[in-house]
């Protein structure tokens, strides 16, 4: 048996092998198989629907992962085999990145594109900037984890700056709010009035109050946000009560993660970060550091290509909240909301571009019978997101459906058409 196995895992190699030279010989768009993260905060309904498999699905379903991150690469459809996008990558990363994006970063994709589908509030988190990142690796390498233990906070080397596009209305968390703003809202909660006090020291003030907070011992954030939680219950309940939407998120992240007897310590980040409510098509943008949580929605996920997530609370994956602090950026403001921006010469095209080195991202809607020119200068990753989309160049043809995702590599002069009509979203990297 064991020979027999050899035997096929040689073959199917063989295939691998074979595919990837007569890629390289001719590199042109291809269909991804992409895998889904059945976190389970997720939603059983959004990413089935999109891509048309049996909805409410089984097992609640995340993110749809459309990269080459280690932890869930694509493979590519290159028939007869089914190649990992991060194989194909690393055997001609000029070819399919383009030459400029392949000299920097490393020969690697740099971004990680996502479809994010949240049907309850994802943990209080925020991503390391390159250097944490390194040292955190690192550090968690020297304490014996291995990359799959569920203590282990840093998957990779790398910084996780990101974009959210909302598809839907979108709930989240992002950001400290201004600091008064803050004042006034611990006025209203008697049991945490005495911080008020930290404020008057500014920013720094507001990091020793959640700093502080946060390593407080079990008991104390019990005593403190007992009595928060109960007026909070009443609050929500109240049509009057201006903020009954924040009571009402966090009583839902109360019930969902507080354990028997206790108070999640997430809670108090209810109070203290900005709240949103984004329409479809509206963006925020997260720099490493940024404390937030995304509470309820589905939308597209573009960031660089890490998986490292910190968390404090909300949450009954792995708490480091030492970790958490040692990465938190603290810049009390209202955030700002993107929109995306229309292209002059063609309006069917939008464009987010946050400042982020590794990624923008492009939308293009097409009309029944329209059709687009696309050469593009770096790798792109598209989605269609509605309709049906032909690809057509050189001796090329690729058709997708709604819920289909390509790789699109460097260079090559393509057409993009559709004969009923197409949203399609096309994730890149940004000229240097």
Excluded at 62 to 69: N, T
Excluded at 96 to 113: I, N
Excluded at 343 to 348: H, L, N
Excluded at 362 to 386: F, T
Aim: hydrophobic share 45%; charged share 20%.
């Amino acid at each position: 048996m064991a020979a027999a196995n050899g035997v096929g895992a040689a073959a199917s190699q063989r295939l691998v092998t074979d595919a990837i030279a007569a890629y390289a010989r001719r590199p042109h768009p291809a269909a991804l198989c992409c895998d889904i993260q059945r976190y389970v905060w997720g939603d059983r309904h959004f990413i089935p629907d999109l891509l048309g498999t049996p909805s409410p699905a089984a097992d609640p379903q995340a993110e749809l992962w459309i990269g080459a991150h280690p932890d869930l690469p694509a493979s590519v459809c290159l028939h007869p085999a089914r190649v990992p996008l991060d194989a194909l990558i690393a055997a001609m990363p000029a070819a399919v990145l383009g030459a400029d994006a392949a000299e920097r970063f490393d020969h690697t994709l740099p971004f990680l594109f996502k479809v994010l589908a949240a049907a309850t509030p994802l943990s209080i988190q925020a991503h390391p900037n390159r250097a944490q990142a390194a040292q955190g690796f690192l550090r968690e390498d020297r304490l014996g984890l291995a990359l799959s233990d569920p203590k282990r906070s840093y998957r990779d080397r790398n910084h996780k700056p990101e974009l959210l596009v909302a598809l839907t209305d979108f709930h989240a968390l992002r950001g400290f709010r201004p600091l008064h703003e803050l004042a006034a809202e611990l006025q209203r909660w008697p049991p945490l009035t005495d911080m008020r006090r930290h404020l008057d020291g500014g920013t720094a003030g507001l990091r020793a109050l959640y700093a502080d907070f946060m390593r407080l011992p079990q008991p104390a954030v019990d005593a403190l946000l007992a009595p928060v939680v109960a007026a909070a219950g009443r609050k929500a309940c109240d049509p009057k009560d201006p903020s009954r939407e924040r009571c009402q998120w966090l009583m839902q992240a109360h019930n969902g993660f507080s354990p028997p007897g206790h108070y999640d310590r997430g809670l108090l980040s209810l109070l203290l970060l900005n709240l949103l409510h984004l329409r479809p098509g509206q963006a925020i943008f997260l720099p490493a550091g940024e404390l937030h949580s995304y509470l309820q929605g589905a939308g597209l996920e573009l960031m660089a290509n890490s998986n490292n997530v910190l968390r404090g609370g909300l949450t009954a994956k792995h708490i480091d909240v030492a970790a958490l602090l040692e990465v938190l950026r603290v810049d009390p403001h209202a955030p700002e909301i993107l929109a995306p921006v229309t292209a002059v010469d063609d309006p069917r095209w939008q464009t987010y571009a946050p400042p982020a080195a590794e990624f923008s991202l492009h939308r293009l809607r097409l009309g029944a019978g329209d059709s687009a020119p696309l050469q593009p200068a770096a790798v792109m990753l598209g989605l269609v997101l509605e309709g049906e989309l032909d690809i057509a160049g050189a001796g090329t043809r690729l058709r997708l459906r709604r819920g289909g995702s390509c790789l699109v590599p460097a260079g090559e002069a393509l057409r993009l058409a559709s004969r009923s009509g197409v949203d399609l979203a096309l994730a890149t990297t940004p000229p240097s």
